[in-house]
């Protein structure tokens, strides 16, 4: 698949987006792809100019009526002449890829998210409280289903969730956990603490969140990582070079645009924050 993407980022009637000098046009997750562009009714012909020429070569071949495809910005009647023209499902709003549902707005895209988390976790909870788990049971079957498909959406959603969200999200799980008794934080801290292991019971969504969000700063520490001038393009520009901040390096107006928290990519910064906060009381309780 490289190949082919590479054909699509070299060709110059598929324009993608711009961000400064460099251009984002395909994005690949093994057989499932992503194609951005600027310029549809141009570009569009192009695009499957290589779809054709590379499906003759590999077998290679895109079921055309099972993409979806989502005008962001274009008119209603550029939209129209393309759905004459190419028989891809014409979405109005989201369209699906690997399970997010990609809308019009950062806003919309996590509303939308959020809610049908919500809604199916609300909805498998309520069926397996119908059979008698025991209560390590309910723990591990929260870390087996629950928590893989919350930790997905933490990944590919880096903007802060909608207000309301992780708590409700928190509260769905104590609830099967506990049987549908509201745990006291006045309870023993044992009675919540695996006595052979040291780890705890209770599932913290918030620190799970803040966990998934801090692993992109590793990435930023790595000059190879291929998405980093879209981060770049965002920032404020300045010719100040770059410092260590937080034990890896960002540059000054990277900082400034995270602290600010103008950008979703602030809770990063905020996130790593908290944590070592957490870690001083804990030292300090111990």
């Not at 993608?16 to 562009?37: C, D, P, R, S």
């Amino acid at each position: 698949m490289e190949p082919f993407a590479q054909r699509v980022r070299d060709r110059p009637e598929i324009t993608g987006v711009t961000f400064g000098e460099e251009k984002y046009t395909i994005a690949l997750y093994a057989e499932n792809f992503v194609v951005t562009l600027n310029d549809p009714l141009m570009a569009l012909l192009a695009f499957l100019e290589e779809v054709g020429a590379f499906g003759a070569v590999l077998g290679f071949q895109v079921n055309l009526s099972k993409s979806q495809a989502l005008g962001l910005t274009l008119p209603r009647e550029t939209v129209n002449e393309l759905a004459e023209r190419y028989p891809f499902q014409w979405q109005e709003d989201p369209v699906s890829y690997l399970g997010i549902q990609i809308a019009r707005t950062v806003s919309e895209t996590k509303s939308r998210n959020y809610q049908l988390l919500l809604r199916s976790v609300k909805a498998d909870l309520a069926k397996w409280r119908q059979h008698p788990i025991l209560w390590i049971s309910r723990i591990a079957t929260i870390k087996m289903s629950l928590l893989l498909r919350a930790l997905f959406l933490f990944q590919a959603l880096s903007a802060e969730p909608p207000p309301g969200t992780l708590h409700a999200l928190q509260g769905e799980i104590n609830c099967f956990i506990w049987g549908g008794v509201v745990r006291n934080s006045e309870w023993p801290a044992s009675w919540r603490v695996n006595p052979s292991t040291g780890e705890t019971w209770d599932f913290n969504v918030r620190q799970y969140y803040k966990a998934m969000q801090l692993r992109y700063l590793v990435e930023w520490s790595r000059p190879e990582s291929g998405w980093m001038f879209m981060d770049r393009a965002v920032m404020r520009k300045s010719k100040s070079q770059s410092v260590v901040a937080k034990g890896y390096f960002i540059s000054k107006e990277q900082q400034a645009a995270f602290f600010s928290g103008r950008e979703p990519l602030a809770t990063r910064i905020h996130a790593l924050t908290d944590i070592e906060k957490a870690q001083r009381s804990w030292g300090r309780s111990n």
